[in-house]
């Protein structure tokens, strides 16, 4: 299996060195570049999603590509931590900062960020906005940044139910909103296409992200020891920082986690786990940032409209870091079949 790419895998490493910069934000020189949106860029506006950097997941994703950016473009840049209970225009204060102070692109790191996103960028029409994993906000300087994510979580379920010895699996996800239903579609998919007789064990934490489905590892936690309990032997989660205590009860028990959105079998922090991370379903947060960044600070020529990774493009995918997941020949051949497959539409994959 390919690896989605070499920013959204190898970068997250230098995502997980980083973490002990500043929670509030960090801000590097005060250097300056033109840009075609509007005059002179500061740099790189981030604002992350619930969970914040160290996630070891989707925002350390989007920091490994902010970083990238930050470096290869020689700009500045800020990113900003969100805040337990803030309101959407909480949100919208944080990116207007952003684009006021100069800041170009800003881009808002996850769905709950789209009615800021809408807001900022009708009062800052010469910034260019991006937001990831929504493609509802319709705008000339916005790029809706989504993925296949039911692709990447359909190999994951190809990968669970040739795993699995006890034919019973478990999903864990963070919010019960679709676009963790996509996660959960796609690998329930991928496992009963693969195996008959395997039980999908499926667990919401939270009915909404401010309940903190997105950020509390003792509730991921607690979810994989009930699926444990009831004999899940491989569990995959899509809950940002909460997947941290769905692999640590993992690791626990001895039993199988696949990760989420960065490769967590190398994330530093969760190093005492990595022998029981089988694979994670990756999905390029980190390409998305920097190609953002590289189009307006750059080529001049901001991105925008809808820009969706898939397998076809690269853009998801599962890691193979763990030799244990990438030296099973068998399972190899499978996901090699079903990657084709979704390739060449003969198998189709459900968002819900």
Not at 115 to 136: C, H, R, T
Not at 185 to 195: L, M, N, R, S
């Amino acid at each position: 299996m390919r690896r989605v790419s070499r920013i959204a895998v190898a970068g997250v490493a230098t995502a997980a060195l980083a973490v002990t910069v500043s929670a509030c934000g960090s801000s590097s020189s005060e250097s300056t570049t033109s840009s075609s949106s509007g005059g002179t860029s500061k740099g790189i506006g981030l604002a992350y999603d619930v969970g914040g950097k160290g996630d070891q997941s989707f925002n350390d994703a989007a920091y490994a590509g902010f970083t990238k950016a930050e470096k290869d473009f020689g700009v500045s840049g800020r990113d900003v931590e969100p805040q337990d209970g803030e309101s959407d225009a909480d949100k919208t204060q944080r990116l207007e900062t952003l684009a006021r102070a100069g800041y170009n692109p800003v881009i808002g790191v996850g769905f709950a960020y789209a009615p800021a996103v809408k807001e900022a960028a009708a009062k800052f029409p010469k910034i260019s906005f991006g937001i990831i994993d929504d493609d509802k906000t319709k705008a000339d300087n916005v790029a809706d940044m989504v993925f296949h994510e039911e692709q990447s979580s359909y190999l994951a379920g190809v990968t669970a139910a040739l795993t699995t010895k006890s034919n019973t699996v478990g999903f864990v996800g963070g919010v019960d909103v679709p676009l963790i239903h996509k996660f959960e579609a796609g690998f329930e998919q991928g496992v009963k296409d693969t195996k008959k007789g395997v039980t999908v064990k499926s667990q919401y934490l939270t009915q909404t992200a401010q309940q903190g489905g997105f950020s509390s590892p003792d509730k991921g936690e607690a979810a994989a020891d009930g699926q444990i309990e009831a004999g899940a032997d491989v569990i995959y989660a899509a809950a940002g920082l909460s997947g941290q205590g769905v692999i640590k009860s993992a690791a626990a028990h001895k039993v199988w986690a696949i990760g989420v959105d960065s490769d967590q079998y190398n994330q530093a922090a969760l190093a005492k786990y990595k022998p029981y991370i089988l694979t994670s379903a990756l999905k390029n947060v980190a390409g998305a940032v920097y190609d953002l960044s590289k189009s307006v600070i750059k080529d001049k020529k901001p991105l925008s409209g809808e820009i969706r990774g898939s397998l076809s493009n690269g853009a998801v995918g599962l890691a193979d870091s763990n030799p244990t997941f990438k030296n099973n020949a068998a399972l190899q051949a499978a996901l090699k079949k079903a990657e084709a497959g979704i390739k060449d539409g003969s198998i189709k994959v459900k968002t819900s």
